[in-house]
């Protein structure tokens, strides 16, 4: 059982309430790839009837956040399918959303919110706060996005903001990965201020590049770890043998 999830208060549309804790906490990676969801188990954690924990796990199996196995849910682990897949559909959304984006702003005002995240992540950076850093690049993400426009868009945007959460995760820990994603913020929020939708767009663009290489890096680790836990411990050499061929 996942103690790290936290008992909920019964407001109206509790499905929701669930549904967002639950991708919160795949996209934290409080819940970890390979990890069991049953419905029975994470409506007692929750301290909610088993309906909407029903409705929220269909919502993030419909998403892609969870695929069904046996008789429940759990959270899948990265191919490089995936990752293709997201960053497919990231490249063709965000670039545009944000030359969209920037046509809304029209006062210092607007970017706020945008302006407040990149000095916290900097901040962040500057004392190797991990957590700090990703919430403010979350933040950050989430400024922009509530800038675009067309509903439509944005909704697409929303869909897959649990999967990318997840990736940062993955990837953030790292210095570098750190410091490519703060230049990266900084550019699209330079474009965001001049107004300037092509440089927006071609920002982003490279900071998406710069996130999948990041990323990648990040699975290959992962995988060797994985590959030398399970590789079978080599045999200590003979030392009677030694011995023996010494006299």
Known sequence: MNTSIKPLERPAGLADRVYNQLRDNIGSHQIKPGERLQEVSLAAQLGVSRTPVREALARLESEGMIV??????????????????IYQLRFLLEPAAASIAVAEVTSPTDLASMSAAVDDAVAAERNGDFRAFLEANSRFHHAWRALVPNRRMSKLLD??????????????????????????MKAIHAAFRKRDAEGAAQAMHK????????????????????????????????SSHRR????
Do not use: C, N, W
């Not at 069904?68 to 897949?85: H, K, Y």
């Not at 990736?167 to 990965?177: F, I, P």
């Not at 900071?207 to 290489?213: C, D, G, T, Y």
């Open 68 to 85: 069904v196995e046996g008789r429940g849910f759990v959270v899948p682990e990265l191919t490089d399918a995936d990752i293709d897949e």
């Open 207 to 238: 900071h998406l590049e710069a996130a999948k290489l990041f990323l990648v890096q990040a699975i290959e680790q992962i995988e060797k770890e994985k590959a030398a836990e399970t590789a079978p411990e080599s045999s200590p050499p003979d």
């Open 159 to 184: 869909q897959y903001v649990g999967h990318v959460r997840f990736l940062r995760v993955l990837t953030l820990g790292d210095a570098g990965a750190r410091k490519a994603a703060l230049t990266g």
């Open 244 to 247: 023996s061929a010494r006299s």
